[in-house]
Nanobody, 117 residues
């Protein structure tokens, strides 16, 4: 079955950096677009970044120029490099893949990122 496992979250001061990782299994990784979402308490889950199978990327406006999504197909892993972190980046970050075959979204359990001011 499809599994997504995030790691790399933690507590960091404003202005600091973190790199999140998401290891995927149960899919043909290299052929899939992968996404990072985040959800802060009391808010809806929001899309942060997308990387296509061809390596094209797209970012939400609040993170443009600070976050970088990348992938390593040999390791079935997608990354989110987060620089110049702000307190408003505090959230649980989730890895996501949508499969056309099942018409379903798949999610990891998330990793907590907390940015202190």
């Amino acid at each position: 079955q499809v599994q997504l496992v995030e790691s790399g979250g933690g507590l960091v001061q404003a202005g600091g950096s973190l790199r999140l990782s998401c290891v995927a299994s149960g899919i043909i990784f290299s052929t899939k677009a992968l996404r990072w979402y985040r959800q802060a308490p009391g808010t809806q889950r929001e899309l942060v970044a997308t990387i296509t199978s061809g390596g094209s990327t797209n970012y939400a406006d609040p993170v443009k120029g600070r976050f970088t999504i990348s992938r390593d197909n040999a390791k079935n892993t997608v990354y989110l490099q987060m620089n110049s972190l702000k307190p408003e980046d505090t959230a649980v970050y989730y890895c996501n893949v949508f499969l056309l075959l099942t018409q379903r979204d798949y999610w990891g359990r998330g990793t907590q990122v907390t940015v202190s001011s």
